[in-house]
């Protein structure tokens, strides 16, 4: 069974070049899923690339089968690595790298 994400509130903010969008991802009878399988599934359902997205927060509370989170679409990969902070981008680049690593081990 995989998991479901809806969006719960979507808002523009053209100052900052991006979309501000609250989400609900079900995971029923599974774990939480991880930051990186919840930026690809956003970036899917909303046909952008995944350098663009921006998990801010993700919220899982206990004997719930979903968590809240919060994420920002940017224009462009470039305004996203202009605006936000170091850290937060830093958090989305080395996840990604691990990841990739790991995939191509064949383990």
Do not use: C, W
Not at 22 to 37: E, G, N, V, W, Y
Not at 76 to 96: D, F, G, S, Y
């Amino acid at each position: 069974m995989s998991s479901e994400l809806e969006i719960t509130n979507e808002s523009e903010n053209l100052l900052l070049s991006r979309k501000q969008i609250q989400f609900k991802i079900f995971h029923r009878s599974m774990a939480t899923p991880s930051r990186t399988d919840v930026r690809k599934k956003l970036a899917a359902q909303l046909n952008v690339e995944l350098d663009r997205v921006i998990i801010v927060r993700l919220i899982s509370k206990y004997g719930h089968e979903y968590t809240e989170g919060f994420a920002r679409v940017y224009e462009t990969a470039e305004k996203a690595v202009q605006i936000e902070r170091a850290h937060i981008i830093k958090r989305h680049v080395v996840k990604a790298k691990k990841e990739e690593k790991t995939e191509g081990s064949g383990e």
